[in-house]
DNA sequence: TCGCCTCACTGACTTGGGTTCAATAAGCCA
DNA sequence: TGGCTTATTGAACCCAAGTCAGTGAGGCGA
């Protein structure tokens, strides 16, 4: 007879609904901000949180709501960060907001990368959550221009335009330090967001 | 004793490694240009293919592998699509090039959208294979310029320029028709470019 | 024409991770 | 204290990716 196993297995603690669910978001923006989604399994976010696999289960419906849950929180970080006093004058409302987008770039890092980019694509629901993300920034911008004429296709040029505040971002990211400075992006951003308004309002 | 299956079961045949690999790819392209790619399966594709699953992996190694191939083509087409005569004059070479983007894109349609975006971001590979695509047109708007200042740093904007074109393209297949004309398009996209190019090298 | 040899091809098996579910027990309330 | 709700568990299930030992189509040399 081999003696028992030392380890002692930690008593089963029973928490409220809200504690736990918070607990498991917080694990997943740890896992999910540092592997793609589909290198983190089930199992190891249940081991890290301390719990069995069936109890993620018990608080959410499957791996991609769980996901979808942990992008959420990251959207509503991001888009508490940039949203900045409607007081301000547009401009300056505007530059304030670049640079608040570029701080949380910058403070997250790859997390930011991971969460936006290394998703899944493809999933309807998904892609919704980082799309609304998208369209707030075009609704913060149309909000302080007078009735522009043509504001559907506006709305494409201004998507067109978080695009390029998107991509400059995450390249601006990845460059050496040095390659280009914030104010810098801050200064080309407001240049083609001019340039769209000013050519479609003339 | 029941009778036995009516099915004939196709004969076996033995094609050339080119052949099969061209077949498995265009194969591939209608798959992952309808659904996302973890909604394809292997087996899937091997029974559309008349295969077994065992072959497919006979030429690739993993899924992973053999998607990439279907993307690589799918890149291929795209900038095969796109390169114009490098005789024309920049701008007009310009229009041209984001024309016969747009003309790709809505011929294309949801095949492009699946493509480029419905991948696995987080997989290397897979965003090397797009990230190239994205640096093949900041280098073909940079070969025009007469060494401008801070090439690092235009780089970054540049990248945020093939973003704007990326993103505009999506919404603008998505919008409904006659939200924004291609010409329209086009025409944003170079005063879009046109501002960031004078900006720097003023 | 025949036998041989290569390698495209098969199908049954293994494996890993997402998902399910019946049973268990922690904490609350009467 | 007993009973009730429900957070929690662990084991089983299932699907799809990946493996592998074997098979036969077809080309080639004699």
Redesign the interface.
């Known amino acids: 007879m081999t003696s028992p196993p030392v380890v002692k297995k930690a008593a089963r603690t029973r928490q409220t609904v809200d504690v736990r669910r918070a607990q498991l978001i917080t694990q997943g923006m740890a896992f999910f901000g540092t592997r ?4 983190v399994s089930i199992d190891d976010i249940a081991e890290a949180a301390g719990i069995s696999k069936g109890l993620l289960y018990h608080y959410f419906p499957t791996k991609r709501d769980y996901y979808a849950a942990v992008l959420e929180t990251a959207a509503a970080d991001l888009l508490a960060q940039t949203t900045i006093d409607p007081a301000l004058a547009p401009d300056l409302r505007l530059r304030t907001g670049l640079e608040a987008y570029l701080d949380f770039v910058k403070a997250r890092g790859p997390a930011y990368v ?1 969460l936006m ?7 309807p629901v998904i892609a919704g959550i980082v799309d609304r993300v998208r369209n707030h920034y075009v609704d913060t911008v149309l909000r302080d221009l007078p009735a522009p004429p ?1 504001p ?2 506006l ?3 201004l ?10 971002s995450l ?2 990211l990845e ?2 330090a040095g ?2 400075s914030k104010a ?2 801050i ?2 951003s407001s ?2 967001l001019a ?2 308004l000013g ?1 479609l309002a003339p």
């Not at 793609?36 to 290198?39: E, I, V």
């Not at 980019?117 to 999933?123: A, E, L, N, P, Q």
């Open positions: 793609p989604y589909d290198a991971a980019r290394g998703g899944i694509g493809s999933d043509r559907r296709a709305r494409v040029l998507r067109g335009w978080v695009g390029f505040v998107e991509v400059t390249a601006w460059s050496p390659t280009i810098s992006l200064e080309s240049l083609v340039a769209l050519d």
